[in-house]
């Protein structure tokens, strides 16, 4: 008898169960801002990211001043003007381009000295050549200045040695390996789907708890004999469905439309995406039962996902790069073990003692999130 009751309250749970997860994909279907925050804007943010962003060397308009036209000067102008970086205008005066560098029309002043002449025997010191540049930008001064010093040494080895063996007793072979052309995009764009996954499951999961919160349907869903647990389960099951499709779509997408390289198994994708949801979907609950309200839960998703997952998860910049303060504080931030996991599946493949590591953290955090998730939706009217 004990054990007919028992099977009946667990079809009956089974079936609470449904209703609440059928309820909830109703809910997404039949609202607008759910399939826009988990359709239209990753796809915005992937297309931002794929054609927008660029952290790859570009063509740089430079001055280059030829103060006495003598054959080894030209040829060395000549040796920039063919340069795939940059974009040369020649002049024979520095003051020329003084005011087009202040203004921020050139990346730099490359300066050819009167006494340049083509190797040392003319000459017992240095043939200097000053690189002038703007230093308000440091990426482009610092761009100019290493091209420019290649430029120069390329120029010298072929043309300026005048006979002699310059060639250097050591020197250095270096291999690229799974990004050879260290093409940005390749990286940022996984980066970006992890950032979208972390908008999805985060703001979207925040908006809706709280949006039932407002409208007072979790009032009714509260009256009825909903466990807690079925209750946080019936809520999450559609998003983290939402959000792998999200993210399948990001991955057709980068792969198909932007060219990036997919070199793991889609094993590892869906393991990694999977474990880093249960974070994100249990912060957004917790956001969501903590406030109660909309524009409340927006904000703080915003501040406490989505701008971590940004800035402090060596996306943009890397961690090791960061005061120590800040690297501690990285450690709590779920995309930190995400982007590193989707950018090895993609350019350089399976690495499971890597993955395994994140996942085990993502999970640790995820049980810590849904703890307290479930301790604040208590099932009383608040």
Request: proline share 5%; net charge positive.
């Amino acid at each position: 008898m004990s054990g007919a009751r028992t099977s009946t309250a667990r079809a009956e749970r089974l079936r609470r169960f449904a209703a609440l997860v059928r309820k909830e994909s109703y809910q997404i279907i039949r609202d607008p801002s759910s399939l826009l925050i988990a359709v239209v804007l990753p796809l915005l943010l992937l297309f931002l990211f794929g054609y927008a962003v660029s952290l790859d060397a570009t063509k740089t308009r430079v001055g280059v001043v030829i103060e006495q036209p003598t054959p080894a000067a030209r040829e060395l102008a000549a040796s920039f003007a063919a340069s795939r970086w940059f974009d040369v205008r020649l002049a024979t005066d520095r003051r020329a381009f003084d005011s087009d560098l202040v203004r921020g029309r050139i990346g730099g002043i490359i300066v050819i000295p009167a006494d340049f002449v083509a190797g040392p025997a003319r000459n017992s010191g240095s043939q200097p050549v000053q690189v002038i540049v703007d230093g308000t930008d440091p990426n482009t001064a610092s761009f100019v200045q290493n091209y420019s010093a290649g430029v120069v040494a390329t120029w010298a080895a072929i043309n300026g040695t005048q006979g002699q063996n310059l060639t250097p007793r050591i020197s250095a072979d270096a291999r690229v390996w799974f990004n050879p052309e260290l093409t940005s995009k390749y990286f940022l764009v996984p980066g970006a789907i992890a950032i979208v996954m972390t908008l999805v499951g985060t703001l979207l999961t925040a908006l809706v708890v709280a949006r039932e919160w407002e409208r007072g349907t979790m009032e009714a869903v509260m009256a009825t004999p909903v466990t807690a647990a079925e209750l946080l389960l019936g809520k999450v099951l559609p998003y983290f469905v939402l959000a792998l499709i999200a993210m399948s779509l990001c991955v057709a997408i980068a792969v198909g439309l932007f060219g990036v390289p997919f070199r793991g198994s889609l094993l590892a994708l869906y393991a990694l995406s999977a474990a880093f949801l249960v974070p994100a979907l249990g912060q957004g609950l917790l956001i969501s039962a903590a406030t109660k309200n909309q524009f409340l839960a927006s904000q703080l998703a915003l501040l406490s996902a989505f701008m971590p997952g940004f800035l402090l998860s060596g996306f943009l910049f890397e961690i090791e790069s960061m005061p120590k303060i800040i690297q501690w504080i990285t450690v709590i931030v779920p995309a930190r073990y995400l982007i590193p996991g989707f950018q090895t599946v993609f350019l350089a493949g399976d690495v499971w003692p890597l993955f395994l590591r994140n996942i085990g953290v993502l999970l640790l955090e995820g049980a810590i999130l849904f703890v307290f998730a479930a301790r604040n939706m208590k099932k009383r009217i608040a």
